[in-house]
C-alpha cells in the first residue's frame, strides 16, 4: 500500500484535513499527518490520528523519536501539503527548516503537492507568487487555490480545493508526469439537449465523466484547459463554458478552435435535431417528431485543423475498430477512442486508441478513469 504525507498547516481550511484523510484512507492509501503548531488551533490530533489510523507527527513529538523526517522519507511515497499557508509556502521555497513540517518538506525527495490556502490578498501579493513560482520551478506541483467566498466573508481567490480534487491530485501523482505546460487543451463533454417545446429534451445518456476527468488531468500536469459541455466541470485550472444545443456547442468550439493546440471532442453530439414547438406538446398535437440532421461539427472543425491535434470519440456495439477507423480517416482525426455503449457512464472503462499515423491499436482494459484519462493523454498528447 502506497504512503502518503498529509502536511497540515495553520490555515481555517485545516478543518477540512480529516475529511481529506478519510478520502485518501478509503481509497487505499496509508496516511501520516503532520501538522504545524498554528494548524493545532484548527485540528486535534486525536481527531487526525482516529481517521488515519496513525499516529500523528506534531512539533511536540517531533523530536521524540528516530530522526522522523528521516525515516518517513523512505517509508512514504509521495507529500501532499493541504492547507499550505502563505507562511509555510515562504519556508518551502526559501528552504528553511524551522519546524515539523518545513524540515519533513526539505529532506523529502519524492513528489510533492502543495494544495494554498488563504486570504485573496496575500495570495495574490507579489511575494507569495514569486515563492510559488519558485517552488514549479524546481518541480513541486501546486492545486488550486480556487475562487469563492472566504472564511472572512470577502469573495475572491484563495479557497483551498474540495477534498475530491485533492484525493485524484495525490492519485495522479503516482503516474509518470507528462509535461503539459504550453499545450492549450479544448474538451467537448456530456450530451447535448436540443429542445422539442417548452418542456423536453432529445438528449442521450452521456455523463461527461471520461471528458471531465481528461479536463482535470490535462490541468493537473500544466496544460490550460478550457471546456465546453453540458455537464459542469468544477476545478480552478478548468475554464468551464456551457451549452445545451448542438448549434451552440458548435458555436463555442468554433470560437475557441482557433485558441487551441489539441481538440477533444469527448461531447457526445446529437445526430439530429428537432423542429421546435414554442409551447408544451399535448398528446392531441400528434406523435411524430420533426427531425433535422445536424452537421458534423469536429470534421467542421478540422478545416481549421492547421497543426492542431484533434481526438474523436467513437461509440459503437458492432464493428467497433473497423467503423472507428472509418470515422478517424473520414473526419480527419488524429486519434480515435474507440468503445462500445457498455461504458455509458461506467466508472471503470475499457477502449481502444487508434492513430491515424499508424495501424497499432492501443488497448486498454478495465482502467478507473482516471487512469483511462492518463492513457489517452499518454497516447494523444505526450507523443
Ligand atoms: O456520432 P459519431 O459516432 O459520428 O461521433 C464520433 C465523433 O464525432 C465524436 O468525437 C463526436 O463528438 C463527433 N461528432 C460531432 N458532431 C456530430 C456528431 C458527432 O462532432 N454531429
Same mark, same amino acid.
Given at each position: ?133 519558485? $517552488?514549479?520551478?524546481?518541480? *513541486?506541483?501546486? &492545486?488550486?487555490?480556487?475562487?469563492? =467566498? #472566504? /472564511?472572512?466573508?470577502?469573495?475572491? %481567490? ?6 475530491? $480534487?485533492?484525493?485524484?491530485? *495525490?492519485?495522479? &501523482?503516482?503516474?509518470?508526469?507528462? =509535461? #503539459? /505546460?504550453?499545450?492549450?487543451?479544448? %474538451? ?21 465523466? #471520461? ?173
Amino acid at each position: 500500500m502506497a504512503r502518503v504525507l498529509l502536511g497540515i498547516s495553520g490555515s481555517i481550511a485545516a478543518y477540512k484535513s480529516p475529511l481529506i484523510v478519510r478520502l485518501l484512507r478509503q481509497a487505499g492509501f496509508l496516511v501520516t499527518p503532520i501538522v504545524s503548531q498554528s494548524a493545532l488551533q484548527f485540528v486535534t490530533p486525536l481527531t487526525l490520528s482516529t481517521v488515519s489510523e496513525e499516529s500523528v507527527l506534531t512539533q511536540e513529538n517531533f523530536f521524540s523519536g528516530d530522526i522522523p523526517h528521516l525515516q518517513l522519507e523512505r517509508e512514504a511515497d509521495v507529500l501532499v501539503v493541504a492547507p499550505a499557508t502563505a507562511n509555510m509556502i515562504a519556508k518551502f521555497s526559501l528552504g528553511l527548516a524551522d519546524d515539523v513540517l518545513s524540515t519533513v518538506f526539505l529532506s523529502f525527495t519524492g513528489p510533492k503537492l502543495v494544495v494554498p490556502a488563504m486570504h485573496v490578498q496575500m495570495w495574490q501579493n507579489p511575494i507569495v507568487q514569486e515563492h510559488v513560482a519558485s $517552488l514549479k520551478r524546481r518541480g *513541486v506541483l501546486f &492545486l488550486g487555490p480556487e475562487s469563492g =467566498e #472566504l /472564511a472572512c466573508g470577502d469573495v475572491g %481567490i484563495g479557497r483551498m480545493v474540495e477534498p475530491d $480534487l485533492i484525493l485524484l491530485a *495525490v492519485q495522479a &501523482l503516482f503516474f509518470p508526469r507528462l =509535461e #503539459l /505546460a504550453g499545450q492549450r487543451f479544448l %474538451i467537448s463533454l456530456g450530451g447535448t439537449r436540443e429542445p422539442l417545446d417548452s418542456m423536453r429534451v432529445l438528449t442521450n445518456r452521456s455523463t461527461g465523466k #471520461l471528458g471531465s476527468m481528461l479536463a482535470i488531468l490535462a490541468a493537473f500536469f500544466g496544460a490550460e484547459v478550457q471546456v465546453v459541455g453540458t455537464v459542469p466541470v468544477k476545478h480552478p485550472g478548468v475554464a468551464y463554458r456551457h451549452v445545451d444545443t448542438v448549434e451552440e456547442m458548435g458555436l463555442a468550439l468554433e470560437a475557441a478552435m482557433p485558441w487551441c493546440s489539441s481538440l477533444y471532442m469527448a461531447a457526445a453530439v446529437s445526430d439530429f435535431t428537432v423542429e421546435r414547438t414554442e409551447q408544451k406538446l399535448k398528446r392531441t398535437d400528434g406523435l411524430s417528431l420533426n427531425l433535422k440532421a445536424t452537421p458534423d461539427l469536429v470534421s467542421a472543425l478540422a478545416a481549421q485543423k492547421g497543426n492542431r491535434t484533434i481526438v474523436g470519440f467513437c461509440l459503437e456495439d458492432r464493428d467497433l475498430l473497423e467503423v472507428a477507423r472509418g470515422k478517424l480517416v473520414r473526419k480527419n482525426l488524429d486519434y480515435i477512442i474507440a468503445n462500445t455503449s457498455e461504458m455509458v457512464g461506467a466508472d471503470r472503462r475499457s477502449f481502444y486508441v487508434l492513430d491515424a499515423g499508424s495501424d497499432d491499436i492501443v488497448s486498454v482494459e478495465n482502467v478507473s478513469l482516471l487512469e483511462a484519462a492518463y492513457q489517452i493523454l499518454v497516447t494523444t498528447a505526450a507523443s
